[in-house]
Each structure stands twice: as C-alpha cells, then as structure tokens.
T-cell receptor, first 115, second 111 residues
Framework: DTEVTQTPKHLVMGMTNKKSLKCEQH?????MYWYKQKAKKPPELMFVYSYEKLSINESVPSRFSPECPNSSLLNLHLHALQPEDSALYLC??????????????FGEGSRLTVL | GQQLNQSPQSMFIQEGEDVSMNCTSS?????WLWYKQDPGEGPVLLIALYKAGELTSNGRLTAQFGITRKDSFLNISASIPSDVGIYFC???????????FGPGTRLSVLP
C-alpha cells in the first residue's frame, strides 16, 4: 500500500471548470512533487515544494497552480485546462534533504480527462 | 541537459528467463534509481545506487552503478508474471531535487 494518498483517482472536467487534485503523506517527508505522465511516456516533473516553499517550477502554464498548505499536504489547482492536459498526475514525496538521494515515494496518481 | 536512454525499449520473455536492461546518460550521475510502474499505478522504487561500481540486490533484482557513472544496469532473474510492467531508471539533475526519468523498458512475460 502506498503511503502517499491522492484524490480523486479519476477526474473528468470541462475546459471552463475549476477543480483541484489533492495529495497527502504522513511519512514526515519535507519535499513534495507533482509529476505529469502521458500515456507510454515517463513522468515529467512539474513542481517541487521543499519545506513548504516552491523550489522548482518547470515552466508549467499558469492554468496549473500548486499549493502546499503544510508539510503533509499538496494541492494542484486546475483552471481553464486544455484537452492536451489530459494525463496521469502523480504526487510524490521524499525526505527533502538538501542533497536529496532521490528516493521518491509516489502515489497512485489522479487520472485527469479534459473534455 | 541531462538525458537518459534505456534499452531495450520493450521485451517479451518466457516465464523463468533472466532479464537484462540498461540505462545510459549523456552526462555523469551521482545517483541511479530504478523504478517499476504497473498499469494504473504510480512508480515504485526498486533499487537505489549511490556509488560508482556499486552492485545492489533486492530479491531477484540486481542493479549496478556503472564505473563511468554514465550508465546503470538492472537484471531480473527467473522472471515471473508479476514482473510485467514498465521499468524506469531515474537520476537527479545536479544535486537538486529535479529528477529526470528515462523513457522506460516495457517488460512482458509470457507463460
């Protein structure tokens, strides 16, 4: 069982909708990540929060808005998405040491479909 | 930037056979990670390697950190049906938390 929990597992939204993806971990990790994965492709990094501060934004369009309310929670707010944004969105966490060892723990993902 | 390549892209093997796959980089990596992803799931860490030349096992899986620090290998012995999935190598860009993933090797195990 994964210790990173993502909700919802599936989401269908229209291009004018506003929705949010949620992620929670209780491993005491201080770094949390959002990855986007298209079919038959590897995960691609979107955002990294380290100690609740945004440390990496991989030039993600502003229609994706991350939020880290506390060290256990990570949200991804979605607004005015395009059909090409349909993908599996993966949340991950790691211990968050400055020189991270890369042991990312992933959730099961939220599969997003934009109509 | 740092890019990872994996080979083979896909493989079909008979149950019981051994499997070898590799990952190469255009630049040096200080850490190599191997993940497995099942359909509809997130990637799960299999093995982490931190030192050039390091050989690490996890059950039927063995991975090696190449001495040039530009490659890594993953071997699976005596494959079973639940080994089916996509195997990704990954590593950090620089010393930060920006992890890049290889394109993956898709493994199919035939009974």
């Amino acid at each position: 069982d994964t210790e990173v929990t993502q909700t919802p597992k599936h989401l269908v939204m229209g291009m004018t909708n506003k929705k949010s993806l949620k992620c929670e971990q209780h491993m005491g990790h201080r770094a949390m990540y959002w990855y986007k994965q298209k079919a038959k492709k590897p995960p691609e990094l979107m955002f990294v929060y380290s100690y609740e501060k945004l440390s990496i934004n991989e030039s993600v369009p502003s229609r994706f808005s991350p939020e880290c309310p506390n060290s256990s929670l990570l949200n991804l707010h979605l607004h005015a998405l395009q059909p090409e944004d349909s993908a599996l969105y993966l949340c991950a966490s790691s211990q968050g040491r400055l020189y991270s060892t890369g042991e990312l723990f992933f959730g099961e993902g939220s599969r997003l479909t934009v109509l | 930037g740092q890019q990872l390549n994996q080979s083979p892209q896909s493989m079909f093997i008979q149950e019981g056979e051994d499997v070898s796959m590799n990952c190469t980089s255009s630049s040096i990596f200080n850490t190599w990670l191997w993940y497995k992803q099942d359909p509809g799931e997130g990637p799960v860490l299999l093995i982490a390697l931190y030192k050039a030349g390091e050989l690490t096992s996890n059950g039927r899986l063995t991975a090696q950190f190449g001495i040039t620090r530009k490659d890594s290998f993953l071997n699976i012995s005596a494959s079973i049906p639940s080994d089916v999935g996509i195997y990704f190598c990954a590593g950090p860009r620089g010393y930060g938390q920006n992890f890049v993933f290889g394109p993956g090797t898709r493994l199919s195990v035939l009974p």
